[in-house]
């Protein structure tokens, strides 16, 4: 057992610490929290009101870790998911290989839904 939870801290360390974020300019990458008690769980309106008074960064971004239940037609499991705002990859200037990321023109226009209340 020892053996594996030094596996793991290790794992933890080296993904976190030791090797750094494939994104351009990782060094300038900060996290903003606000929380009054143990969550730091934000609104999506509260975002788009920190996204637009900001004077401070380049860009703002939101993101949220989530669990879904996911069907390819077996049954359905539970995987983990992220959400995460339109302009979440345009902030990271991040681009993919292939075919093409969300962005933030795409909130708006027929069939765009950035939030639900």
């Given at each position: 057992m020892a053996i594996?939870?030094?596996?793991?801290v290790f794992?933890?360390?080296?993904?976190?610490i030791?090797?750094?974020?494939?994104?351009?300019?990782?060094?300038?990458?900060?996290?903003?929290q606000h929380g009054t008690d143990n969550s730091t769980a934000q609104?999506?309106?509260d975002y788009i009101d920190l996204r637009d008074r900001n004077h401070s960064f380049d860009g703002l971004t939101g993101y949220g870790i989530t669990q879904v239940a996911f069907n390819a037609g077996e049954g359905s499991s539970l995987i983990?998911?992220?959400?995460?705002?339109?302009?979440?990859?345009?902030?990271?200037?991040?681009?993919?290989y292939l075919g093409r990321f969300f962005h933030d023109s795409d909130d708006r226009g027929p069939n765009s839904a950035p939030y639900r209340l």
């Open positions: 594996g939870a030094n596996a793991v794992s933890v360390l080296n993904g976190l030791l090797k750094p974020l494939n994104v351009p300019d990782s060094r300038s990458l900060y996290l903003v609104s999506y309106p983990w998911g992220v959400e995460a705002s339109s302009n979440y990859f345009d902030a990271l200037r991040i681009q993919p």
